[in-house]
């Protein structure tokens, strides 16, 4: 079983090296929308992979359990991340204005339904949280505390799972303080949500919610400008 866990944790970070090496080169060498859709389908690819190999072995009893406690926390935690967000953003100088969606004679972009709310707010938060929470969190956990603990282990998972959570989002363009702040908060609340419940859904709908939120925001900002 120790055998595995490090097994596994080295197939997790090649594959997701590949996936973001991959995701880089296509946006650097097709910079067109396609070239932006293939990159994070690619990237997600990188995270399915381990993902199925550890849930096909074996996978923490709790960890797929549903509680509607999960709904309140997703709904809750996902909306305070969105407030502090909107908060770090003006910080950082922006105008605090409503996002907006590009647009074409005033309606929205044939196809935004899919790159612009299915993605981000259901494919996106569901292959991330599987993979950086369901999977790799819960081996970095696992075979830490085996030297040093459960404390010290969660703290290390925590720590290491969130930066590869923002780097993730980094390779998609530049990103401002604000936002590096912000997915880091999303990434903790997500991580110990996941150590402290023993279950993914509230990391999930938490990311959900999150993302969920900017797009009402940006059809708000779109619809109503």
């Given at each position: 079983?120790?055998?595995?866990?490090?097994?596994?944790?080295?197939?997790?970070?090649?594959?997701?090296?590949?996936?973001?090496?991959?995701?880089?080169?296509?946006?650097?060498?097709?910079?067109?929308?396609?070239?932006?859709?293939?990159?994070?389908?690619?990237?997600?690819?990188?995270?399915?992979v381990p993902?199925?190999?550890?849930?096909?072995?074996?996978?923490?009893?709790?960890?797929?359990?549903?509680?509607?406690?999960?709904?309140?926390?997703?709904?809750?935690?996902?909306?305070?991340?969105?407030?502090?967000?909107?908060?770090?953003?003006?910080?950082?100088?922006?105008?605090?204005?409503?996002?907006?969606?590009?647009?074409?004679?005033?309606?929205?972009?044939?196809?935004?339904?899919?790159?612009?709310?299915?993605?981000?707010?259901?494919?996106?938060?569901t292959v991330?949280?599987?993979?950086?929470?369901?999977?790799?969190?819960?081996?970095?956990?696992?075979?830490?505390?085996?030297?040093?603990?459960?404390?010290?282990?969660?703290?290390?998972?925590?720590?290491?799972?969130?930066?590869?959570?923002?780097?993730?989002?980094?390779?998609?363009?530049?990103?401002?303080?604000?936002?590096?702040?912000?997915?880091?908060?999303?990434?903790?609340?997500?991580?110990?949500?996941?150590?402290?419940?023993?279950?993914?859904?509230?990391?999930?709908?938490?990311?959900?919610?999150?993302?969920?939120?900017?797009?009402?925001?940006?059809?708000?900002?779109?619809?109503?400008?």
């Amino acid at each position: 079983m120790r055998r595995w866990g490090y097994d596994l944790l080295g197939w997790a970070i090649l594959s997701f090296g590949a996936g973001v090496l991959a995701s880089s080169a296509l946006r650097a060498f097709v910079p067109t929308s396609f070239g932006a859709l293939s990159a994070d389908l690619v990237l997600w690819l990188g995270m399915i992979v381990p993902g199925v190999l550890a849930f096909a072995r074996s996978r923490p009893r709790m960890l797929l359990r549903f509680r509607w406690l999960d709904v309140l926390y997703g709904v809750v935690l996902g909306g305070v991340l969105r407030i502090i967000q909107g908060w770090l953003e003006v910080a950082a100088g922006a105008s605090g204005a409503f996002p907006s969606y590009p647009t074409v004679n005033g309606n929205l972009v044939p196809g935004w339904w899919f790159t612009d709310a299915l993605v981000p707010v259901v494919i996106g938060p569901t292959v991330e949280e599987f993979f950086f929470r369901g999977v790799l969190l819960v081996v970095i956990y696992t075979v830490v505390r085996r030297a040093f603990g459960r404390g010290f282990a969660g703290f290390i998972a925590l720590v290491l799972t969130t930066g590869a959570f923002v780097t993730a989002h980094a390779i998609s363009g530049p990103m401002g303080w604000d936002i590096a702040v912000a997915l880091t908060l999303v990434g903790l609340t997500a991580g110990a949500l996941v150590l402290l419940t023993g279950r993914i859904w509230g990391a999930v709908l938490v990311h959900v919610v999150y993302n969920g939120t900017f797009v009402l925001l940006a059809l708000a900002g779109t619809l109503l400008a």
